[in-house]
């Protein structure tokens, strides 16, 4: 039982979730999900578009989106459904390999997320840098923003391998911008721009500009593209099947697929992050949980004619603020826009493209975390800015996974840098010092050398170690005060082996404090401590300078080493000690 609540933990979740689940609290999840699904349906249908397929394939996949990933989702408050971070990937998938290839990726992503949920790897979003995911997330932005400038101008112009290439596309001219369609979609970015905020925590803008202007475009008689046929049904004319798979081009989807799967993965738990610090949140999301719940999602969907789904924090963050108590109302917001496709698809079908163009660019403004942009820039974080600027141009002029890729590797290296930096400081002993501290000194002090080493001592560090230890004139016995080495690798076990070689040569010894469990472990299977003696290991650079004197002491006596009586300080003096020098 251990084993499958670790791995798939639904069951004890959701009853958790429904526990003391009362009628008070079904009301507030229906109006948090009819506002939900108010929220939902322009974006369903713009995402729809900008995938590469076709408004009801959005629509449909918010729809199974709600009911089975709010089924099986690590969060009862998070909302699914298509967004804007996967249309980058197949638009180019859709335009090279046709709609097919979109239910093909989609059904790969979630294979590859079910193996990332079956290995357990639910907080690997956790390892790419906040500047990175912001870089990525206006980089998308700015994908789907040229992508709709085609509906937004009511033109047509060519494809291009990339969204710099298309935006410069139209510099070049040879097209005549239609003045309805860009009337149309700019009266809808004012509406949504200018509706008050007070009233779009219960009805969004988006929904009233898209009400309004696509009755004034049916009304006025526009001669505008428009969405055209919704299909009254969740299982579109055009989907998946087993009979009639292209396995021609799966190979080559492979790549793409994984592409998708990163993103929705990235975009979920960081949904799950923001929405687990919200005051509404009561409870938290499992992360691995909610894996699974987008691996079933994304692998049911395609059978329905969908595009790929993660889960949303606009919506999700919509539904706390409205109330949601459970995934009830991902439910709720699943059955509003089932009653939309049924009742209401040919007004649906009647929606200028301008109109969604309108709504996209609105949302790909707001995509963009300009708090955490003018924090990076502001505070100047150059690591960070780079990463950023790196990201966003490599999101838009090379594949959305070089450019994670890109900025992570950046990230990683700049950090590995800072890390692996080294500061070695030699103190000689000082009997002066020792007295003060209760111990009188035997042997000649300054023939006794402290080195305190911070950071870790390995590859990267090692030449630094071994130059600032090499000229140690007059010093007999050397103390490595280790505490503040994190870690040790074999090169770093060399150079201490040199030290205690070349010291052992000119009569002299090597002692050790302050070793923390994973160094110390690693010198003893390497069998260096076994060399240097246990005796010659302390828990304070003070033991090791004692020892080291008794040592020579006893030597010049001919006597055997006895631990002094001394005023021995506590742990935490000895931890917050001034160096010995």
Do not use: C
Request: hydrophobic share 50%; charged share 10%.
């Amino acid at each position: 039982m251990g084993f499958i609540e670790k791995h798939f933990p639904l069951p004890h979740i959701l009853r958790d979730e429904f526990k003391g689940y009362r009628v008070k609290n079904l009301q507030s999840d229906i109006i948090a999900g009819i506002t939900v699904a108010a929220v939902a349906l322009p974006l369903a249908l713009a995402f729809g578009v900008a995938s590469g397929a076709t408004a009801a394939a959005g629509l449909v996949t918010a729809i199974i989106a709600g009911f089975v990933v709010g089924l099986f989702s690590g969060h009862g408050y998070q909302i699914s459904g298509p967004t804007g971070t996967m249309t980058a990937v197949l638009i180019v998938v859709a335009s090279k390999y046709g709609l097919e290839a979109i239910w093909v990726t989609t059904l790969l992503a979630g294979f590859i997320i079910l193996l990332l949920a079956i290995l357990n790897l639910g907080d690997l979003a956790n390892f790419i840098p906040a500047s990175v995911i912001v870089g990525f997330t206006s980089g998308v932005a700015a994908i789907i923003f040229i992508g709709q400038l085609d509906n937004l101008l009511g033109v047509k112009t060519p494809a291009a391998p990339n969204a710099l290439l298309k935006l410069l596309n139209y510099f070049n001219g040879g097209f005549t911008p239609n003045l309805s369609t860009i009337f149309l979609g700019v009266l809808v970015i004012l509406i949504m721009v200018f509706w008050p905020k007070k009233l779009n925590r219960r009805i969004p803008g988006s929904l009233i500009a898209m009400v309004v202007v696509t009755g004034l475009s049916v009304v006025g008689h526009m001669n505008v593209p428009t969405i055209n046929t919704i299909p009254q049904n969740i299982i579109l004319d055009q989907h998946l099947t087993l009979s009639a798979f292209p396995w021609d081009y799966v190979g080559s989807l492979v790549v793409p697929a994984f592409s998708v799967a990163a993103l929705v993965v990235i975009e979920a738990l960081l949904s799950g992050a923001a929405a687990n610090r919200m005051p509404e949140a009561e409870r938290k999301m499992v992360n691995n949980q909610h894996l699974y719940a987008l691996a079933f999602g994304n692998l049911v969907i395609p059978f329905f004619g969908g595009v790929p789904v993660t889960s949303a924090f606009a919506r999700t963050s919509m539904g706390l603020r409205s109330g949601a108590q459970t995934r009830v109302t991902s439910w709720v917001h699943s059955i509003i826009l089932l009653l939309a496709v049924l009742l209401a698809a040919p007004l649906l079908s009647q929606i200028p493209l301008a109109v969604l163009a309108g709504v996209l660019a609105v949302t790909t403004w707001n995509m963009n975390a300009w708090r955490e942009i003018k924090h990076i820039f502001g505070r100047r974080f150059k690591t960070a800015m780079l990463s950023f600027i790196l990201t966003l141009v490599g999101t838009v002029v090379l594949d959305l996974t070089q450019a994670i890729i890109l900025g992570v590797l950046l990230s990683a290296v700049v950090f590995i840098f800072r890390i692996s930096q080294i500061t070695i400081e030699q103190l000689p002993a000082s009997a002066e010092k020792m007295l003060a501290r209760g111990y009188t000194m035997k042997s000649e002090a300054s023939k006794i050398m402290v080195i305190y080493v911070v950071g870790p001592l390995f590859f990267g560090t090692a030449a630094t170690f071994d130059e600032e230890v090499t000229n140690l004139n007059g010093v007999r016995d050397i103390v490595l005060s280790m505490r503040t080495v994190p870690l040790i690798d074999t090169t770093g076990l060399r150079s201490i082996d040199q030290l205690v070689t070349r010291l052992e040569r000119q009569g002299g010894k090597v002692y050790l404090s302050g070793l923390n469990k994973p160094v110390y472990e690693y010198l003893e299977r390497s069998r260096l401590l076994a060399r240097i003696g246990q005796e010659s290991v302390h828990w304070s650079s003070l033991e090791a300078i004692i020892a080291a004197d008794q040592y020579r002491a006893s030597q010049v006596a001919n006597t055997p080493v006895i631990a002094p009586e001394i005023n021995k300080p506590s742990s935490a003096t000895v931890s917050n000690m001034a160096p010995i020098g």
